[in-house]
């Protein structure tokens, strides 16, 4: 349960577990950040999972913004970024990809849904596969995946993201009518985010 708002950004800071206003913890130390050893779906997912136990790099940056999900990074090193985003009920992503990164993330708080852009053969447009994921649920993918993420529950919900490489570029999609994907933005790292 989160306070009433009186802006667009909740400028207190919550513990993700119980949602109640916590303190202020001390500035990471960017050097014991974990390795990542190759990008593997498999070394993403345990990176992921170490990082959710980082409350240090993470703890005091949950804040939930009003009208889209809130997005901070929060950990960067020469492999990978980790991002940590909160969702209020209903805000998501919208379909997008993730440039050349591939990456992984793990649901701290919350429930969110997943909705996976599956290829089908040649010439049949892709299908959906969604799938709700909560606390401690890990999803990791390659370069050329495409979803959708939405905070389908009723209460606040917070994720932790890894990218490696580091996010360069994103495309955001939508179905036409016939069902396939069509591009409708590019964004890139330094201009858009
Ligand atoms: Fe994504």
């Known amino acids: 349960m989160i306070p009433s708002f009186s802006s667009d950004i909740v400028v207190n800071m919550y513990d993700v577990s119980t949602c109640r206003p916590v303190r202020r913890r001390a500035a990471p130390s960017l050097a014991v950040l974990p390795r990542l050893p190759g990008h593997t779906t498999g070394a993403l997912c345990r990176l992921a999972q170490d990082l959710s136990r980082r409350t240090d790099l993470w703890g005091s940056r949950v804040r939930f913004a009003r009208d889209t999900r809130y997005a901070v990074r929060v950990a960067a090193s020469d492999d990978y970024e980790a991002w940590l985003l909160t969702w209020l009920p209903g805000q998501s992503t919208g379909l997008h990809d993730h440039g050349g990164s591939a990456g992984a993330f793990v649901v701290l708080e919350g429930v969110v849904r997943e909705a996976v852009a599956v290829a089908t053969p040649s010439g049949s447009p892709p299908r959906l596969v969604s799938r709700t994921l909560g606390p401690g649920r890990v ?55």
Do not use: C
């Not at 495409?146 to 939508?174: C, I, K, Q, W």
């Open 139 to 193: 999803r990791a993918f390659g370069e050329g995946y495409l979803h959708d993420v939405m905070n389908t529950g009723h209460r606040p919900a917070v994720s932790l993201h890894v990218y490696a490489p580091a996010l360069e570029t994103m495309r955001r999609f939508v179905l036409d009518e016939q069902g396939r994907l069509q591009v409708v933005s590019e964004e890139r790292s330094g201009a858009d985010w």
